[in-house]
């Protein structure tokens, strides 16, 4: 069974600091996809960046990027400039591409980010 | 506005009592799903439908039941047989294809009393 591991639960950042979370998955499989997605204290769930495994090059959303090692199973995601409103749970996702369960996310247990003035 | 709306936002129960949480979506998803959540997890699957009068089990459906009769809503019931019913739930929906992104609602908060 695939598994979404993020090995830091809280993190804090300076403002205008860059901050890297961590995150390791494990599949059998070759094509899928990688999700993160941002929880704020409001508790809406937002999708902040995702990337598909069979692409090489790594997913950037303005201050959001990642550094995807598909041999090493790693989805890190690095936050540039961070700003207060970063201010978040973040949550690692996997989603397989197949079968009857298509389109499901496994989610890790999430990294909570404090930005501070 | 397009979205995903959950009702009610906070919600109470008495042990032994069954509860039904709303979800409507006005985006035309073909797919939905309800999520748990609990301090220190990540979300759980509960159930999902990709579509109109189907739906199947998620890892956590023990306890709960849903149906899909509409494209637009897909409500689930909290039994009395789920053992630990008091959580952050979870609504979401996407177009059909694993690359789609899930759009979330807002959630619904139940405390069993």
């Known amino acids: 069974a695939q598994t979404v591991t993020q090995s830091q639960p809280e993190m804090s950042v300076q403002e205008a600091e860059t901050v890297t979370l961590s995150c390791t998955y494990d599949t059998s499989e070759n094509n899928y996809y990688l999700f993160w997605y941002k929880q704020p204290p409001s508790r809406q769930m937002i999708l902040v960046i995702r990337?598909?495994?069979?692409?090489?090059q790594n997913a950037t959303e303005n201050r959001f990027s990642v550094n995807f090692q598909k041999a090493a199973k790693s989805f890190s995601l690095k936050i540039s400039d961070s700003q207060l409103g970063d201010t978040a749970m973040y949550f690692c996702?996997?989603?397989?591409?197949?079968?009857?369960?298509?389109?499901?996310?496994?989610f890790g247990k999430g990294t909570k980010l404090s930005v501070k003035p | 506005d397009g979205g995903i709306t959950q009702s009610p936002k906070y919600l109470f129960r008495k042990e032994g009592q069954n509860v039904t949480l709303s979800c409507e979506q006005n985006l035309n998803h073909d797919a939905m799903y309800w999520y748990r959540q609990d301090p220190g997890q990540g979300l759980r699957l509960i159930y999902y439908s990709q579509i109109v009068n189907d739906f199947q089990k998620g890892d956590i459906a023990e306890g709960y039941s849903v149906s899909r009769e509409k494209k637009e809503s897909f409500p689930l019931t909290v039994t009395s047989a789920q053992k630990n019913p008091t959580a952050f739930y979870l609504c979401a929906s996407s177009m059909s294809g694993v690359y789609n992104e899930q759009f979330f609602g807002p959630g619904t908060r139940l405390t069993v009393l």
């Open positions: 990337q598909e495994a069979y692409k090489q």
């Open positions: 996702a996997f989603r397989q591409n197949y079968g009857g369960s298509q389109g499901n996310l496994i």
